[in-house]
């Protein structure tokens, strides 16, 4: 679902694990794969986080990116959002999903003002739930979708495969800062 990055590459420090791989299905084998990584995701997250300051909180985890705590605000709000979408998309025939403005989001006061730990709490609390509606889905409910504002109609197969990847690369930032702080 990803592609290797290569470290002299210049894109490694803004995709260590390689850019998404869009693609409208997947095969049950990597659809377990990415639901068991949606459920991982909170306990690899907090383990990222483990032992940073508060002042290495406020560092960014590579040049010209957001900080750790931004980071870490940004995958709670993606990761509800998702949950929502997948909700939508189940119980609506292609719903419209609405795009939102990240970078106005990271500089809002709940994201300057509270710790990266509480939107650790929120991921693992949203992810609870999202695996437990994604691993009791019936597989022909993957093919449902939705309808996106800027990309157009995604499958939920997608989406599963998105957000697997989308934390597994905000925790591979993390790590990379973990590394240069060493």
């Known amino acids: 679902m990803s592609v290797a990055v290569s470290e002299s ?4 420090s803004r995709y260590p694990i390689g850019k998404f791989d869009r693609r409208v299905s997947y095969s049950a084998e990597e659809r377990a794969a990415s639901i068991a990584r949606i459920a991982a995701l909170p306990a690899a997250l907090a383990a990222a986080l483990s032992g940073l300051s508060d002042a290495q909180f406020d560092l960014p985890y590579r040049d010209g990116g957001w900080t750790v705590r931004q980071l870490v605000h940004h995958v709670a709000d993606s990761h509800a959002n998702a ?19 990240q970078d106005a989001w990271v500089e809002l006061a709940d994201v300057r003002d ?13 992810h609870e739930r999202f695996a437990a509606v994604l691993r009791a889905m019936p597989p022909d409910d993957f093919a449902r ?13 997608t989406l599963v495969a998105l957000y ?6 905000h925790v591979a930032h993390i790590r990379a800062l973990r590394a240069r702080l060493a």
């Open 114 to 126: 509270v710790s990266p730990m509480v939107s650790v709490a929120m991921t693992a609390a949203i």
């Open 145 to 157: 979708g939705m309808l996106h504002s800027e990309n157009g109609r995604m499958s939920i197969d």
């Open 164 to 169: 697997a990847w989308h934390g597994d690369h």
């Open 83 to 101: 949950f929502i979408r997948l909700k939508l998309a189940l119980t609506e025939q292609d719903p419209p999903i609405k795009a939102y403005d």
């Open 9 to 12: 590459s210049p894109d490694a």
